[in-house]
């Protein structure tokens, strides 16, 4: 009998002895070292990890010999192939650049370029962050559990107004959907630390934009619009956690200058250091839990934002768009580059069409919503730009300057809702969900123009009498009460 054979029988004879003894059994510590490997390796987190190793003095043995390996699983499984966004976040930017200094747009100008070059796709970011030594695999994993903690604080802000609008709709975030907030969040990182923050700007003679907002721009340029667009929705996700994590002091006294400026050195570190926000978000619910004066409980997002409010930003650039506007969320181009917005509604009109290619597993593919809400155009636009000004003229064609102030209104809630409950980052079946309860919007909507004056009115008037009305308690009840 060959080698085979031997090896085969011996398997079989060694499983008849375990069923014909049962108290003979394997256990996890028994199974081989590899086998070990991969299931720790296979933790969906960092936590599900430390569980598996504080049970077992040997699973612990063999993490502690194969961290590398095991970690760098856990993180390529969470991240995919943003896992080239967080290793830009901790190799390329590992500190904000100092925007005072002489080199400062040199600095930019090389962070960009190292970026530009980092390989794309999960298998390429891989084979990069295979080369990593292990302590910076362990800030990588450090980096990923921020990461991890923040996406599901955006679930808990959002997931919930979602229910409300279609119970379906507010389910776990699926892992693709997970992996689209990563790569917004850990990109949003990147920028943060090159960015020269929100000061007067230089402008050179003949210069469409300011020098610094011009390298801001040569940053975005290398990300698809939808892209943009993902990380803008960040921006304004982190602006509220950081307003989140540091409140504005009050009741200081008003010489006592420097608490408050080391509170707001504090909040701009936390603003571009998602570990540092982390933990600043841990403390503070720690201790608004903790005081004595608070019988409310933890502290919760608030809800979407009502009519007439404008998303939370600091960054204008990015969350303006790419022409400049009338004012941070007008969502309208100043009039005098309006011949700039044309060029570029032509220029659009001129590219195929965007199509969707289902979600899968590839998180770099245009979401659904995109596709969906502009109808297949590919819009090159993002941010308070996003939706084509569109207003219809007295022959269906577009007329400058047109829209009226309730349209302007209608245009601005409907945005500000779609964005901050987070449309580009959700799976097709999520967002079809929403839009049987939201038929605002349809396919289509952000090329469209705005209802009319008649027809927004009529809309307002069968929301109000919707609404139940409040029940007043008759005079006779508040006598009774009374007496």
């Not at 340029?221 to 943009?228: A, G």
């Not at 009519?307 to 004012?327: E, I, Q």
């Not at 007295?394 to 809630?413: D, F, H, L, N």
């Amino acid at each position: 009998m060959d080698r085979v054979g031997l090896d085969t029988c011996g398997h079989l004879e060694q499983e008849q002895e375990q069923m014909q003894d049962p108290n003979r059994s394997l256990t996890l510590e028994s199974l081989p070292t590899e086998v070990l490997v991969a299931i720790l390796s296979a933790a969906h987190s960092t936590a599900d990890l430390r569980s598996l190793i504080s049970a077992s003095p040997r699973l612990y043995q063999i993490f502690v010999s194969a961290k590398r390996e095991v970690l760098l699983s856990i993180v390529t499984n969470d991240l995919g192939a943003a896992l080239r966004d967080a290793a830009a976040a901790l190799l390329l930017t590992p500190t904000r650049l100092n925007y005072r200094g002489p080199t400062y747009l040199d600095e930019c100008e090389r962070v960009i370029r190292r970026y530009e070059a980092l390989p794309h796709g999960a298998d390429g970011a891989l084979s990069s962050a295979i080369a990593l030594p292990t302590a910076a695999v362990i800030q990588l994993s450090r980096l990923n559990r921020s990461v991890q903690f923040l996406v599901d604080e955006f679930a808990e802000s959002r997931l919930p107004e979602l229910r409300k609008i279609h119970p379906d709709a507010g389910g776990p975030l699926t892992p693709v959907e997970r992996r689209r907030l990563a790569r917004a969040l850990l990109r949003h990182q990147v920028l943060a630390r090159i960015e020269y923050g929100d000061r007067l700007l230089r402008v050179e003679a003949g210069e469409h934009l300011p020098r610094e907002t011009a390298m801001m721009h040569r940053f975005l340029r290398l990300f698809k619009p939808w892209e943009i667009e993902q990380l803008a929705e960040a921006h304004s996700f982190l602006s509220e956690l950081v307003w989140r994590a540091f409140p504005p002091l009050r009741g200081l006294p008003s010489l006592d200058q420097r608490a408050s400026q080391q509170w707001d050195r504090k909040r701009d570190a936390a603003f571009d250091d998602l570990c540092g926000l982390h933990s600043a978000l841990v403390e503070a619910e720690r201790a608004y839990s903790n005081s004595t004066s608070n019988n409310l409980g933890p502290r919760r997002f608030r809800a979407i934002p009502p009519a007439g409010m404008v998303l939370t930003a600091r960054f204008r650039f990015l969350r303006a768009g790419p022409l400049p506007a009338h004012s941070a969320g007008s969502y309208s181009v100043a009039r005098e580059f309006r011949p700039l917005r044309d060029e570029l509604y032509r220029h659009e009109d001129a590219l195929p069409q965007l199509v969707y290619e289902g979600d899968g597993n590839d998180d770099a593919a245009p979401p659904f919503a995109w596709v969906d809400g502009h109808g297949g155009l590919d819009c090159q636009r993002w941010g308070d730009q996003v939706r084509r000004e569109v207003v219809p003229g007295e022959e269906g064609q577009e007329e400058e300057g047109t829209s009226t102030a309730r349209q302007r209104i209608w245009v601005r809630v409907n945005m500000d809702r779609w964005r901050w409950l987070g449309f580009v980052f959700y799976d097709r079946r999520r967002v079809e969900l929403l839009k049987t309860r939201m038929p605002v919007y349809e396919t289509g909507w952000l090329t469209t123009a705005p209802p009319s004056d008649e027809e927004l009115q009529e809309f307002y008037d069968k929301a109000r009498l919707a609404q139940p009305k409040p029940t007043r308690p008759s005079r006779r009840a508040n006598a009774t009460r009374g007496g």
